[in-house]
Antibody, heavy 118, light 110 residues
Framework: DVQLVQSGAEVKKPGESLKISCKGS????????IGWVRQMPGKGLEWMGI????????RYSPSFQGQVTISADKSINTTYLQWSSLEASDIAIYYC???????????WGQGTPVTVSS | QSALTQPASVSGSPGQSITVSCTGT?????????VSWYQQHPGKAPKLMIY???NRPSGVSNRFSASKSGNTASLTISGLQAEDEADYYC??????????FGTGTKVTVL
């Protein structure tokens, strides 16, 4: 079975850096794009960006370009979402999801809640 | 890249049918047959319900159907059941390997 397992909840202070992860199993990890999605408290889904682990080709939503960095390590079937300096506005649950072709996201991680508080 | 527009809420009684609309532009919904729909229950990850405009993944009830006309896609839930109460999001491919989600619709079973 396809599984995407994300790292656990994080509590950070403003200005701190953070890197969360999404580990895939049960399929050929390098050959499917993995997307990242933000859900702020009580709000909808926002598409952040996507990476192809095979060659680390990455695309970002204009809203998130320069705000976060998406990376991958195909040797350990893991993709990452990172911030260099967190802000209170980064409080959200972050999901990773596997993309099929260019069409849709069929399997999702369980989500990583991120809290930013002084 | 603006979010696709969905009604904030839709409600119906058990057994009824409801339809959720999703309006985009010719750069996303209207330009590609790659509209998908996701169901999200509180505290849970989204679940794929429809892909490629009108296809259901294995295991999704045939009470869920969907279509597209021009820049607007629609999700219909027939024979509404209590378990269908959730948030629903549409999504579309939007060129250069990017995607956009809808604003989300809360479906309430009265």
């Amino acid at each position: 079975d396809v599984q995407l397992v994300q790292s656990g909840a994080e509590v950070k202070k403003p200005g701190e850096s953070l890197k969360i992860s999404c580990k895939g199993s049960g399929y050929s990890f390098s050959t499917y794009w993995i997307g990242w999605v933000r859900q702020m408290p009580g709000k909808g889904l926002e598409w952040m960006g996507i990476i192809y682990p095979g060659d680390s080709d990455t695309r970002y939503s204009p809203s998130f370009q320069g705000q976060v960095t998406i990376s991958a390590d195909k040797s350990i079937n893991t993709t990452y979402l990172q911030w260099s300096s967190l802000e209170a506005s980064d409080i959200a649950i972050y999901y990773c999801a596997r993309r099929v072709g260019i069409r849709y996201f069929d399997d999702w991680g369980q989500g990583t809640p991120v809290t930013v508080s002084s | 890249q603006s979010a696709l527009t969905q009604p904030a809420s839709v409600s119906g009684s058990p057994g009824q049918s409801i339809t959720v609309s999703c309006t985009g532009t010719s750069s996303d919904v209207g330009g590609y047959n790659y509209v998908s729909w996701y169901q999200q229950h509180p505290g849970k990850a989204p679940k794929l319900m429809i892909y490629d405009v009108s296809n259901r993944p294995s295991g999704v009830s045939n009470r869920f159907s969907a279509s597209k006309s021009g820049n607007t896609a629609s999700l219909t839930i027939s024979g509404l059941q209590a378990e269908d109460e959730a948030d629903y999001y549409c999504s579309s491919y939007s060129s250069r390997s990017t995607h956009v989600f809808g604003t989300g619709t809360k479906v309430t079973v009265l």
